[in-house]
Protein backbone atom coordinates (compact mmCIF):
# COMPACT_ATOMS: atom_id res chain seq x y z
CA UNK A 1 0.00 0.00 0.00
CA UNK A 2 0.91 3.56 -0.72
CA UNK A 3 -0.06 6.44 0.77
CA UNK A 4 -0.09 10.46 -0.30
CA UNK A 5 -0.96 13.95 0.69
CA UNK A 6 -1.78 16.08 -2.94
CA UNK A 7 -0.81 19.65 -2.53
CA UNK A 8 -0.80 22.83 -4.70
CA UNK A 9 2.77 23.84 -1.80
CA UNK A 10 5.75 22.86 -3.56
CA UNK A 11 8.12 22.53 -0.40
CA UNK A 12 6.21 21.20 2.83
CA UNK A 13 8.89 19.38 4.76
CA UNK A 14 6.97 18.42 7.82
CA UNK A 15 2.69 17.77 8.35
CA UNK A 16 1.56 18.26 11.84
CA UNK A 17 -1.43 16.81 13.40
CA UNK A 18 -4.84 19.45 12.69
CA UNK A 19 -7.43 19.68 14.46
CA UNK A 20 -10.64 18.09 11.57
CA UNK A 21 -13.42 20.64 11.51
CA UNK A 22 -15.20 17.40 10.33
CA UNK A 23 -18.67 16.61 12.98
CA UNK A 24 -18.11 13.16 13.23
CA UNK A 25 -13.89 13.58 14.04
CA UNK A 26 -13.12 14.14 17.16
CA UNK A 27 -12.35 18.23 17.63
CA UNK A 28 -9.59 17.67 19.99
CA UNK A 29 -7.54 14.61 18.32
CA UNK A 30 -5.44 16.37 15.72
CA UNK A 31 -4.85 14.61 12.38
CA UNK A 32 -2.75 13.75 9.53
CA UNK A 33 -4.68 12.65 6.57
CA UNK A 34 -3.38 10.66 3.45
CA UNK A 35 -5.39 9.15 0.47
CA UNK A 36 -4.41 5.83 -0.84
CA UNK A 37 -3.25 4.56 -4.28
CA UNK A 38 -6.33 3.96 -5.56
CA UNK A 39 -8.65 7.32 -5.02
CA UNK A 40 -5.49 9.37 -5.85
CA UNK A 41 -7.28 10.49 -9.07
CA UNK A 42 -10.01 12.04 -6.75
CA UNK A 43 -7.54 14.30 -6.12
CA UNK A 44 -5.66 15.12 -9.42
CA UNK A 45 -7.18 18.51 -9.92
CA UNK A 46 -6.45 22.17 -8.14
CA UNK A 47 -7.40 21.98 -4.91
CA UNK A 48 -10.43 24.15 -4.87
CA UNK A 49 -11.70 22.54 -8.02
CA UNK A 50 -15.30 20.69 -7.61
CA UNK A 51 -15.48 17.49 -8.83
CA UNK A 52 -17.37 14.30 -9.07
CA UNK A 53 -15.01 11.23 -8.83
CA UNK A 54 -16.94 7.84 -9.16
CA UNK A 55 -15.34 4.12 -9.72
CA UNK A 56 -16.90 0.97 -10.23
CA UNK A 57 -17.04 -1.34 -7.41
CA UNK A 58 -18.34 -5.37 -6.61
CA UNK A 59 -21.27 -4.12 -6.01
CA UNK A 60 -21.16 -2.15 -9.14
CA UNK A 61 -24.13 -3.40 -12.01
CA UNK A 62 -23.39 -3.59 -15.45
CA UNK A 63 -26.12 -1.43 -16.24
CA UNK A 64 -24.45 1.43 -13.90
CA UNK A 65 -20.93 0.53 -15.66
CA UNK A 66 -22.53 1.16 -19.42
CA UNK A 67 -24.30 3.92 -17.84
CA UNK A 68 -21.54 5.61 -16.53
CA UNK A 69 -18.59 5.18 -19.19
CA UNK A 70 -17.95 5.96 -22.48
CA UNK A 71 -15.79 2.19 -22.83
CA UNK A 72 -15.88 -1.14 -21.61
CA UNK A 73 -12.11 -1.13 -20.18
CA UNK A 74 -12.63 1.95 -18.07
CA UNK A 75 -13.91 1.68 -14.45
CA UNK A 76 -12.55 4.90 -13.10
CA UNK A 77 -13.72 9.01 -14.14
CA UNK A 78 -13.34 12.22 -12.63
CA UNK A 79 -15.72 15.42 -14.10
CA UNK A 80 -15.09 18.61 -13.96
CA UNK A 81 -16.80 21.85 -14.83
CA UNK A 82 -15.68 23.48 -18.10
CA UNK A 83 -14.83 26.17 -16.44
CA UNK A 84 -12.16 24.89 -14.55
CA UNK A 85 -10.51 23.33 -17.26
CA UNK A 86 -7.78 26.25 -18.17
CA UNK A 87 -7.00 26.29 -13.80
CA UNK A 88 -6.61 22.47 -13.91
CA UNK A 89 -4.47 22.55 -17.43
CA UNK A 90 -2.43 25.24 -15.54
CA UNK A 91 -1.96 23.44 -12.39
CA UNK A 92 1.30 21.93 -10.73
CA UNK A 93 0.51 19.78 -7.95
CA UNK A 94 2.91 18.06 -5.48
CA UNK A 95 2.23 14.37 -4.66
CA UNK A 96 3.83 13.93 -0.85
CA UNK A 97 4.20 10.39 -0.34
CA UNK A 98 4.02 8.70 3.21
CA UNK A 99 5.32 6.01 4.67
CA UNK A 100 2.45 4.05 5.77
CA UNK A 101 3.54 2.62 9.56
CA UNK A 102 1.60 5.41 11.71
CA UNK A 103 -1.39 5.78 9.34
CA UNK A 104 -4.95 3.64 9.67
CA UNK A 105 -7.81 3.86 7.77
CA UNK A 106 -10.11 6.46 8.84
CA UNK A 107 -12.76 5.71 5.82
CA UNK A 108 -12.47 2.95 3.53
CA UNK A 109 -15.07 3.94 1.17
CA UNK A 110 -13.14 7.20 0.50
CA UNK A 111 -9.63 5.88 0.94
CA UNK A 112 -8.86 7.93 3.46
CA UNK A 113 -5.67 7.07 6.36
CA UNK A 114 -4.78 9.14 9.43
CA UNK A 115 -1.88 9.48 11.75
CA UNK A 116 -2.10 11.40 15.30
CA UNK A 117 1.43 11.94 15.28
CA UNK A 118 4.09 14.43 12.94
CA UNK A 119 4.96 12.72 9.75
CA UNK A 120 7.51 13.67 7.39
CA UNK A 121 7.27 12.91 3.50
CA UNK A 122 9.49 10.01 2.34
CA UNK A 123 8.99 11.37 -1.34
CA UNK A 124 7.60 14.20 -3.89
CA UNK A 125 6.49 13.64 -6.91
CA UNK A 126 5.54 17.29 -8.98
CA UNK A 127 2.62 16.49 -11.44
CA UNK A 128 2.68 19.62 -14.39
CA UNK A 129 0.03 17.93 -16.56
CA UNK A 130 -3.04 16.81 -14.63
CA UNK A 131 -4.86 15.67 -17.11
CA UNK A 132 -2.09 13.49 -18.78
CA UNK A 133 -1.69 12.08 -15.24
CA UNK A 134 -5.43 10.98 -15.21
CA UNK A 135 -4.82 9.24 -18.56
CA UNK A 136 -2.38 7.72 -17.58
CA UNK A 137 -4.12 5.82 -14.41
CA UNK A 138 -7.02 4.95 -16.83
CA UNK A 139 -9.04 7.24 -15.65
CA UNK A 140 -11.78 8.67 -18.29
CA UNK A 141 -12.10 12.16 -17.79
CA UNK A 142 -15.27 14.45 -18.24
CA UNK A 143 -16.08 18.44 -18.23
CA UNK A 144 -19.56 19.07 -18.46
CA UNK A 145 -21.33 22.74 -17.73
CA UNK A 146 -23.10 21.86 -14.05
CA UNK A 147 -21.39 19.23 -11.98
CA UNK A 148 -25.44 18.39 -10.38
CA UNK A 149 -26.73 16.49 -12.25
CA UNK A 150 -24.09 13.90 -12.48
CA UNK A 151 -23.70 14.41 -8.91
CA UNK A 152 -27.79 13.22 -8.28
CA UNK A 153 -26.92 10.45 -10.91
CA UNK A 154 -23.82 9.15 -9.65
CA UNK A 155 -25.08 9.51 -6.02
CA UNK A 156 -28.21 7.10 -6.95
CA UNK A 157 -26.25 4.47 -8.70
CA UNK A 158 -23.90 1.29 -7.66
CA UNK A 159 -20.66 3.30 -8.08
CA UNK A 160 -18.26 4.36 -5.62
CA UNK A 161 -18.32 8.15 -5.63
CA UNK A 162 -16.77 11.31 -4.11
CA UNK A 163 -17.91 14.35 -4.28
CA UNK A 164 -15.35 17.11 -3.52
CA UNK A 165 -15.58 20.95 -3.24
CA UNK A 166 -18.89 21.01 -4.76
CA UNK A 167 -20.00 23.79 -2.97
CA UNK A 168 -17.72 25.73 -5.44
CA UNK A 169 -19.85 24.13 -8.21
CA UNK A 170 -21.79 26.54 -10.33
CA UNK A 171 -25.72 26.43 -9.57
CA UNK A 172 -28.18 24.41 -10.56
CA UNK A 173 -29.25 25.48 -14.04
Not at 55 to 84: M, N, P
Request: hydrophobic content about 40%; some cysteine.
Amino acid sequence: MRLFHVSEEPDIKVFHPRLPARKDLDPNVGLVWAIDETRLPNFLTPRDCPRVAYHAGCQTTDADKKRFFSSSGLSYAVVIEGSWYHRMKDTTLYVYEFCTEDFVLQDSAAGYYVATTTQYPKGKFVLTDLFGELLKRNVEIRVVDNLHDIADAVKASTLNWSLCRMGNAAPRF
